[in-house]
């Protein structure tokens, strides 16, 4: 049976017993019987949870480790790049031609603030108000009303 089924049969049987339908020993046995393949099925269910969150945890560790090594890899060839520009510099050899590659400096432009606090209003970008539900939740907890908010308690499920 799966666990839903079982889960249906137990309503089933509560709703018999509560209908005094059936022999007490029996209700107690078919019940007994059902109460035991529940928890069966519910230790598969959390044997399979459990796989899945180390798994997940596998894949997040898996995801730090190769991050690090992008930023290590890219660290590389930022300095690369930067040397084989200063050589290129230094040896006055700023536009060449190989087999394999074109060599060559292209000029850009960018924007380099120096004082944040002397730009004009029109520089900056609006941003939207975040609401802080820490804040709200401190507040709420210490007893007060907060319009357009309310303390909900939730309940979730623990597999130790």
């Not at 529940?38 to 230790?43: G, M, R, V, Y």
């Not at 941003?127 to 909900?152: C, D, M, N």
Request: cysteine-free; aromatic content about 6%.
């Amino acid at each position: 049976m799966r666990l839903h089924e079982i889960t249906e049969a137990m309503i089933e049987l509560q709703n018999i017993a509560d209908n005094d339908e059936l022999d007490d020993e029996i209700l107690r046995d078919t019940f007994e019987g059902l109460d035991g393949a529940f928890e069966d099925k519910a230790d598969q269910w959390a044997r399979f949870i459990k796989d899945e969150e180390a798994e997940i945890d596998a894949i997040d560790n898996e995801i730090d480790r190769l991050k690090a090594k992008k930023e290590r890899k890219q660290k590389t060839v930022d300095k690369m790049r930067t040397n084989l520009g200063g050589y290129m510099r230094a040896a006055n050899k700023t536009k060449f031609k190989t087999v394999l590659y074109n060599f060559g400096f292209r000029k850009s432009q960018a924007v380099e603030i120096v004082n944040e606090e002397e730009l004009p209003e029109w520089a900056f970008i609006p941003q939207p108000a975040k609401v802080s539900k820490t804040e709200i939740k401190e507040h709420l907890k210490a007893g007060e009303t907060v319009p357009g908010a309310k303390l909900v308690e939730n309940e979730s499920l623990q597999i130790k």
